[in-house]
């Protein structure tokens, strides 16, 4: 059978197709990736797309929750500061029923009483990075302001609004209380403090007593509210945990879709150089061997 | 009877033959590297005898005819196969520079959406922060930059497709009338009986170079050859050839037209078919995907910004200037609407420090808002279809090479030049060559020794 009598065609092509295989490899190689366009792996890249993103979204959930990780810590301990007031209030209500106090006596025990009043309006509007913590979602404005008019001594300004916040894939955060709710639930620890001012003001032993449970159950109630920091931040801390997990996850699934065989692509290199260089020698074999050669 | 002379002639007629032979495999050789060459045949005849009752005498051998050696089916499969290897390889190179659009980088679409929910979240985190607000505009002008600069990339590359096709059309135009005239050249040779096979040679090259370039179907007849495209245009019928142009649409690209008929649709095959679907086809679907993105993100976030209230307490405007309702042009024009970071509508009540609509504006990137996916997997799909197309356009490419170069090579194994071959020819000829001349030399002597011979009548 008569046979294709010019060989460089199909050598060249062979050569041409290995010295494509081996830029491929050493694409690979110097990647680490086996997915550098779309088409080496049109599924493996659609999905990289959507690992990326997921894997961008958990690094955002592990900066929103540092962003709010701070003004949870504050207002807890904001939380726990009112309630330390709280006590104090309620030791001077208990010194202040002692009806063998005068009149000026009580008068020096209103003096201190009306302090702890400031310090819980400065507690209640605490500010966070420019944000009033205890104002529901009004955050500009100034929750608590001094009102002799109000009988509780104070007027709330903010309102009740709550925000969530996303941090996860299935999970959300509610990241506050409004003071409506924290301080004055109830009768309110501001309304306990004033009845304990008016009380001691007119030195009625019962309305102090009052005034004094009043302050016990205010101080139990924000107690009780400050839990919710407490969770929300030790649930922060679980997500953390769990993003971290999740982000090494994405990391390894990554590799698994688009991750370069390295043993297998260098051992493919190898053979795709050895291949090249039979092609060549072949090439080279081939020159000068034909029948007009011996008829010298 | 014989004579003396008549074998002169008998072996004068192989000297005649031989050489003849000799020039077949000397041409041969000489076109061992010319591309489409198909080999010549010496076609060696014994002459009609001569019949000296009772005996028969042979005269001789004649050089009837030299034949280049070829198999018309497979030219024509090599036609077929060269049509598929333009088509695929046109619109492999075509979608190998589209998918490099959609590529992971820092400003691919893919990235840019994810930055810009990502902007979206840290917001939520303190919606009043005017750094933050300006976070998310930041984030929404590098979305609309990432659409503007992929969809203006496709578009240039459609340009660029479109000029090949005037360009193919130009080359297709310059081979239908070199085939045309090749026509002539080997009607006017047949027809006086000679061989055309150089011509016919020149001519199976110019079509096979047309079939890289669109679908050429070839009706041979007895001297000329009709050719027409696969739907039946005409190319080339006899000395004549019709000319195809390329004529500007609406679109402001060229379709391409013979006889007054738009024949763009109907071609399918060679590298001008390949450019065609690229153009017409692969990048126009990707743009029209790019836009739907583009519009579905744009509408549901402006849709978002309205049911909000913005850091003054006012209801929220457009965030992107809202794409035209068909959709067309969404990723080449989408902008942002506003420039003024407390204009993004984060509140739900009212009050700057509510996030429930940045939360709401978040979710969009899990809700089904483009096509019935979320942004990010409807882009993903995208890159699936671009690398999908883009490989399997070359996969066509390579089997289709493959094949044509088997074709190749079985055309080669019959029409090729051997030099092995030519080398034994030209002793074969050259061996009858000197054994026909040293018959002429007996022969001469045989007659001088008649001449010699003492007459009788001395």
Known sequence: ?296 | MSSLNASLATALSGLIAEQGALAATTNNVANVNTPGYSREQAVLVASDPVVVDPLTFGTGVTLQSVESVRDPILESQIQQQTQAQGQYSTLSAALQQTQTNFTASTGDIGTSISNFFDSINQLSTDPSDLSLRQGVLTAAGSVATAFNTTADALTQQQGSLDLSVVQQVGQINQLTQQIASLNGQVASLQNVGENAGTFIDQRQQAIDQLSALVDVSVIPSDTTLTLTTANGAPLVTGLKSFQLTAETNAAGLHDVYSQGNDITSQITSGQLGGTLQARDSEIPQTQIQLDTLAAGLANAVNGVQAGGFDLNGNPGTALFNPPAVSGVGAAADLSVAITDPSLIAASSDGTSGSNGNAEAMYALNSQPVVGGQSPTDYYSGIVFNVGNDAANASTEQSASALVLQQLNDQRASISGVSLDEEAANMVQYQDAYSASAQVITTINDMMYAAIQMPTLTG
């Open chain 1, 1 to 296: 059978m008569r046979v294709n009598p010019d060989p460089y065609p199909d050598l060249l092509a062979a050569v041409a197709q290995t010295q494509q295989e081996i830029q491929t490899d050493e694409q690979e190689i110097a990647s680490g990736q086996s997915v550098n366009l779309p088409s080496d792996n049109p599924a493996a890249a659609a999905e990289l797309v959507r690992n990326a993103d997921q894997a961008s979204q958990d690094d955002q959930f592990q900066r929103s929750i540092g962003s709010i990780q701070g003004e949870m810590q504050d207002a807890d301990s904001a939380l726990n500061s009112v309630t330390a007031a709280l006590q104090q209030a309620i030791s001077l209500g208990t010194e202040g029923a002692n009806g063998t106090l005068n009149a000026s006596d009580r008068q020096a025990i209103v003096v201190q009483v009306q302090g702890i009043q400031t310090q819980l309006i400065a507690l209640a509007n605490l500010s966070y990075q420019g944000n009033y913590v205890f104002a529901g979602t009004a955050t500009q404005t100034v929750p608590y302001v001094l009102d002799p008019s109000s009988s509780s001594g104070v007027n709330y300004q903010g309102n009740t609004g709550v925000n969530k916040v996303t941090l996860g894939s299935n999970f959300s955060l509610q990241t506050n209380l409004p003071g409506s709710q924290l301080f004055s639930s109830g009768t309110g620890m501001f309304q306990a403090v004033q009845d304990l001012i008016t009380g001691l003001q007119t030195g009625d032993t019962a309305s102090i007593g009052t005034a004094v449970n009043e302050l016990s159950s205010a101080s139990q109630s924000v107690d009780s509210q400050a839990v919710f920091y407490g969770n929300g931040l030790s649930q922060l801390t679980s997500q953390q945990t769990y993003l971290s997990t999740e982000t090494t996850e994405l990391d390894q699934q990554e590799t698994t879709v688009a991750g370069a065989d390295l043993p297998a692509v260098i051992s493919n290199l190898t053979t795709a150089q050895t291949s090249l260089e039979a092609s060549l020698e072949a090439i080279g074999q081939t020159a000068n061997t034909n029948l007009f050669e011996y008829l010298k």
